[in-house]
């Protein structure tokens, strides 16, 4: 994975952008020094507080306690809208491009800030409160953001879901945070095709008795059915509601929405925000690594359905006043020019994107890049997962043309924003490494004993202070937000990750180091799609690894034992790769199945995953110590029969 090409910062880039390495150095010192001097002056500076803070942290990691900016009064839908109306009321908030290329739109911050209020007065007229959850389930549209924001700004708190999960996924979702209302469309578009959201909701909702009204907004504009009583049009509420919203005075620590995220174990967690720390992080960290200054146009190709979107797509670049791109389509619809030909046609100058995506498109030759300009573009990024360093020199050499420098930014859902990742006119870059980490993040690498290792070395990546954007909770159940993340090496914040630190103190991330694995930078939880194939009647176990995938970076590969006496068919492979697509959506597509009378397991009947890991990885010569197995003889059956086995 390593390698030592360093690409230094070009000196005409140092001297335009916002920090280079002095400065980086000597922000990062005080922010690590003196984090609670630091974070209250940027808190100032980013965000507009009604009224002050008074202590700036308070945090005790062992009982999962994180505290910011307490007793400070904002409003996140305040400071994204109404505090820029003075100074860029005419300028473009989001730019929208459809999926269909003839499809676009700009709307000004004026137009945003009178579409978020109307939106939030007529939820108010609803009669939804302060502190109730509402599920947004919506194509990647404006109104998407449109109703995140309205329900900052009256309070709500909201749990958006991904417009690719189920009807199942969904309904658990919904169920787990009570949600009260859902605000959602007719149908999406992507790839020319439709996707039934509505109808999607009308299943999950057979089942969800605490959703009282679901707003729809017409934008495919095909006939849905209708539930009296619950049922209210998007666009006659926001017409009959008063465009004059008095934004919720919100305590700094008031949640702001939940986001389901897959762990190695069970359910889908809810990971809750809260306001104020999370407000401030998604604004700097957006500023600083992107190196946002007037005039840009700032584009992140990520689903407001994932924490991305969130934070890089809405929160923090409509709190710096940015120009942000939504993009409802994917990169190979019409064909796979497509990022390049919205690039050229909104002179982006700012591109936020996937290695899963860098890397299908890569897949397609170089043509359908340079036979586009790409000339406004000047800074590209990456996230989800490890880039390989192949895919890293052809985006920054073919995309960018050796001009623009590439961010590695290292987060997670529960991250809140980016924690590792360079500064673009600060951090000389090597490829493959998200570099250095930003200001108040302060990585620490152990070793398997929870023990710290310093200089060069390998380990698991762990915090032991917070950040401003940290996760404060499980929704509903603090007591597995301690165990997940708190309990494995007390005092420290445990992501699952490993890494690797350099002699220069740059980070490599190694990937997961539990069951979760990243297909297409979605993460998933290995026991979720295990649970999904035991619904199968003719299944007596399952179990699933992550595998190397040339394209998605991991693909999903299921082990499954069949009940006695039924024979293992195509056909049954079909079922069940359509009942874990029912269950779960789409993304949950199983590559690879292979049934396996027997499953490799030690003599307490632990399955012995890492054994599965390496036949799937055709790893078959490293297979480790299998001294514990029950019966070695599963062993070699199972590599007799790997359908991929190289
Ligand atoms: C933002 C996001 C988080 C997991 C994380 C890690 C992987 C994300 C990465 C990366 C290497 C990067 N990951 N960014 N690995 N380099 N730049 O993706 O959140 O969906 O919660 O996933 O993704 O394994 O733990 P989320």
């Not at 490890?386 to 961010?407: D, M, Q, T």
């Amino acid at each position: 994975m390593s390698t030592e090409k360093v690409y230094p910062v070009p000196a005409e880039v140092a001297s335009r952008a916002l920090i280079d390495e002095a400065k980086y150095k000597e922000m990062y010192k005080r922010s690590i020094e003196d984090p609670e001097g630091f974070w209250a002056e940027q808190a100032n500076e980013f965000m507009t507080w009604f009224k002050p803070f008074g202590k700036v942290m308070d945090y005790d990691l062992k009982k999962g306690h994180i505290r910011f900016f307490e007793g400070g009064k904002t409003n996140v839908s305040y400071n994204c809208l109404d505090r820029h109306l003075e100074t860029r009321g005419d300028q473009t908030a989001i730019i929208f491009e459809g999926d269909d290329p003839n499809v676009d739109a700009k709307i000004t911050y004026r137009e945003l800030h009178e579409q978020v209020s109307r939106l939030g007065s007529a939820m108010r007229d609803l009669g939804i409160k302060k502190g109730e959850r509402v599920c947004i389930y919506m194509p990647m549209i404006p109104e998407a953001a449109v109703a995140m924001l309205a329900c900052a700004r009256i309070g709500a708190i909201h749990s958006v879901v991904f417009g690719g999960f189920s009807p199942d996924a969904l309904k658990d979702r919904i169920q787990d945070s009570e949600c009260c209302a859902v605000i959602t469309a007719d149908f999406g578009k992507r790839g020319g095709k439709s996707v039934p959201l509505r109808a999607n909701v009308d299943k999950a909702l057979a089942s969800c008795p605490s959703v009282r009204n679901v707003i729809t907004v017409k934008h495919v504009g095909e006939e849905i059915p209708w539930v009296d009583g619950r049922d209210v049009w998007y666009h006659e509420i926001t017409a009959a509601a008063s465009a004059d919203c008095p934004p919720e005075e919100m305590d700094s620590e008031d949640p702001l929405f939940i986001l389901y995220t897959s762990g190695s174990t069970g359910k889908p967690k809810g990971v809750l925000h809260s306001t104020g720390g999370y407000n401030l992080f998604t604004a700097i960290t957006h500023k600083y690594i992107f190196d946002y200054q007037e005039g840009d146009v700032y584009w992140c190709t990520a689903d407001v359905g994932w924490v991305t979107g969130h934070s890089y797509i809405v929160y923090g670049p409509l709190t710096n006043g940015a120009t942000t791109l939504m993009f409802e389509g994917v990169p190979s619809y019409p064909d796979v020019s497509r990022f390049w030909q919205v690039i050229d046609k909104h002179q982006v100058t700012i591109f936020y994107t996937a290695p899963t995506a860098i890397r299908a498109v890569m897949g397609q030759g170089n043509g359908p890049v340079e036979k586009t300009s790409r000339k406004s573009l000047r800074l590209l990024g990456t996230v989800g997962e490890p880039i390989n360093p192949e895919a890293w020199e052809w985006y920054y050499h073919i995309v960018g043309e050796e001009r623009c420098p590439i961010v590695d930014t290292w987060w997670q859902t529960e991250t809140g924003g980016i924690l590792i990742t360079p500064l673009p006119g600060a951090t000389a870059l090597k490829p493959g490494s998200a570099t250095l980490p930003f200001f108040g993040v302060n990585p620490k690498v152990l070793d398997t004993e929870g023990k710290e290792i310093d200089g060069p070395c390998e380990g698991i990546l762990a915090f032991d202070t917070p950040w401003p954007s940290m996760m404060r909770t499980v929704y509903g159940d603090h007591d597995r937000f301690i165990s997940t993340y708190f309990a494995t090496y007390p005092g420290y914040y445990f992501c699952g990750d490993g890494c690797r630190r350099d002699e220069d103190g740059y980070y490599w991330i190694t990937g997961r180091v539990d069951d979760v694995i990243n297909v297409s930078g979605h993460r998933m939880g290995t026991a979720e799609v295990e649970s999904a194939l035991v619904l199968h009647e003719a299944v007596a176990e399952a179990a699933v690894v992550g595998y190397p995938h040339d394209i998605k970076g991991q693909g999903i590969y299921a082990y499954v034992t069949l009940m006695t006496g039924v024979e293992g068919t195509d056909e049954l492979k079909k079922e069940l790769n359509k009942l874990v697509r029912s269950e779960i959506g789409p993304i949950a597509s199983l590559d690879v199945i292979q049934f396996a009378p027997g499953l490799p397991k030690t003599r307490s009947g632990k399955i012995m995953r890492r054994i599965l890991r390496k036949i799937a990885a055709s790893e078959v010569d490293a297979l480790g110590d299998t001294s514990t197995l029950a019966d070695p003889s599963v062993v070699s059956d199972l590599i007799d029969h790997c359908p991929v086995l190289k």
